[in-house]
């Protein structure tokens, strides 16, 4: 199944362009859509809304801190998903969940729901491929793509697993542990990168400790593209509302194009 996130990813590629995904914490004060209207404006080729879950363990002290406010003041899933429903933001959405929110909705439903809100791709961390067959097939039959993680301890039987079953794109874990901001690239990530681009023809996306755009630039030397989590939530923790978080994608997206 090529979708639209994939078929997105795949058309920058062939242009020569270095794929840029930002991501947003869903329901993170009144103008998350807001921010992730801005970021699609500054040049993300898709956008990453997370759903906020009271025990995010791929998540460093910044998500953790977005996804306890969202939750704080109210923010449901299907309140989200219905508020991308209505959106009119451009680019493919692809929403991170974690599987508890998924079984607890049911596979085909939040499959469903996925699809009626016009999310193109779905990222479920803590779902580990050898378990993910009735999630993957219900997924696929509502056409959402579902993006699979591979690790840096990943073994390479287990990476080619992976890439057979991913959709969307890889996520390529840049470094062991949570997300957050880093002040230097791990060099497991340009590693990983290169691993991943050797296993699939899927875009290759780096994602976890990309604070900066000088360390996307230096990333993708080797990966198609890069997630950016933790320093564009950072933004609107620290109030620069949507403006901000157009200021910093714009400045991935320049650093990226050179």
């Known amino acids: 199944m090529t979708g639209l ?5 795949r058309s920058s590629r062939e242009a020569g362009r270095k794929a840029l995904v930002p991501y947003v914490t869903g329901g ?6 807001a921010a992730a209207g ?23 002290p910044i998500i953790q801190r977005a996804s306890l406010e969202a939750l704080t003041a109210g923010a449901t899933s299907h309140g989200i998903l219905s508020a991308l429903a209505r959106a009119e933001l451009g ?23 996925l699809a009626e809100s016009q999310v193109a791709g779905a990222i479920v961390p803590d779902l580990p491929v050898d378990e993910a067959a009735p999630w ?11 993006v699979l993680l591979a690790a840096p301890t990943t073994t390479d039987a287990r ?16 470094l062991m542990g949570v997300t957050g901001e880093r002040g230097a690239l791990a060099a497991s990530a ?5 691993r991943c681009k050797a296993a699939t023809d899927l875009p290759v996306l780096v994602g976890i400790g990309i604070s900066t755009p000088a360390q996307a630039v230096a990333v993708c030397r080797e990966a198609d593209g890069v997630v950016v989590g933790s ?20 400045k991935f997206r320049q650093a990226l194009d050179g």
């Open 159 to 174: 990476l080619h697993q992976i890439c057979s079953e991913a959709h969307g794109f890889l996520y390529a874990v840049g």
């Open 38 to 60: 801005a970021a699609a404006a500054a040049g993300a080729d898709a956008i990453e809304v997370g759903l906020p879950f009271s025990d995010p363990m791929m998540d460093g």
């Open 136 to 146: 993957l097939a219900e997924a696929a039959a509502a056409g959402v793509e579902t």
């Open 190 to 194: 340009e590693a990983m990168a290169r």
């Open 91 to 113: 680019l493919p959405v692809a929403v991170m969940t974690y599987y508890n929110i998924v079984a607890r909705t049911g596979h085909r439903r939040m499959a469903n729901l």
């Open 231 to 250: 320093a564009v939530v950072h933004r609107l923790l620290d109030g620069e509302g949507p403006e901000g978080v157009g200021r910093l994608v714009r």
């Open 28 to 33: 993170l004060g009144a103008d998350w859509l």
């Open 5 to 9: 996130l994939e078929a997105t990813l």
